[in-house]
């Protein structure tokens, strides 16, 4: 009397993680298409910066001489470069949900594998402080005097200090959790190896 009602229940439960497994690989197919548009607009970032590079350099050489061309280059580049922090960061976005989510990314320099989510973070936090300051140093080249730069950079400097606060505290909790993860292992911490002199 039993057997039939049990059967229908593991089949039951079988449907039910099979239809679980098909939601979490949809997901993941969410998150490909994530980092593919993450990509796409680095890529494109990247392009467009080159080609103002080429449009602003063109534009200098055929005036050269002229009063304000070489401040009106430095502003161009200026601000070539926080497009390129931008795109950067779009791209460590990338990379790194590639490699939270669906494997590691082969072929990349080693400060760029990504193996928490603090790793990502702690990159991104760094992009972003210099993009930030890069951009305050475009508006301050472009200063004509007046008190509206120092409100400008108060605000910047609040922004970068509460950046390299909350920078601080990630990493010391991160350490934190690394240590813990080892002593619940059996594992204690590293000590560096003393050399033993005969």
């Not at 009397?1 to 679980?20: G, H, K």
């Not at 790793?119 to 080249?141: E, H, N, R």
């Not at 240590?179 to 204690?188: I, R």
Request: a negative charge; charged letters at 15%; glycine letters at 8%.
């Amino acid at each position: 009397m039993l057997e039939p009602v049990s059967q229908p229940r593991s089949s039951t439960r079988r449907v039910r993680a099979f239809t679980l497994q098909r939601a979490f690989g949809f997901s993941r197919l969410i998150v490909e298409l994530g980092v593919l548009s993450s990509f796409a607009f680095s890529l494109a970032l990247f392009v467009a910066a080159i080609v103002q590079a080429y449009l602003s350099i063109t534009e200098a050489f055929g005036h050269l001489g002229e009063e304000g061309m070489t401040k009106h280059l430095l502003i161009a580049a200026v601000e070539q470069t926080d497009t390129l922090l931008v795109a950067m960061a779009l791209l460590l976005i990338s990379l790194g949900m590639q490699s939270l989510f669906i494997g590691d990314v082969k072929n990349v320099p080693d400060w760029l594998h990504i193996r928490t989510f603090e790793d990502l973070k702690q990159k991104l936090l760094g992009v972003v402080v210099t993009a930030i300051a890069v951009d305050f140093f475009s508006v301050a080249l472009e200063w004509k005097g007046g008190s509206d730069v120092l409100i400008y950079g108060a605000a910047v400097a609040a922004v970068i200090l509460s950046i390299g606060t909350y920078s601080v505290i990630l990493s010391r909790q991160s350490a934190k959790c690394d240590g813990s993860t080892e002593h619940a292992a059996g594992q204690p911490p590293t000590a560096p190896l003393k050399e033993i002199s005969e």
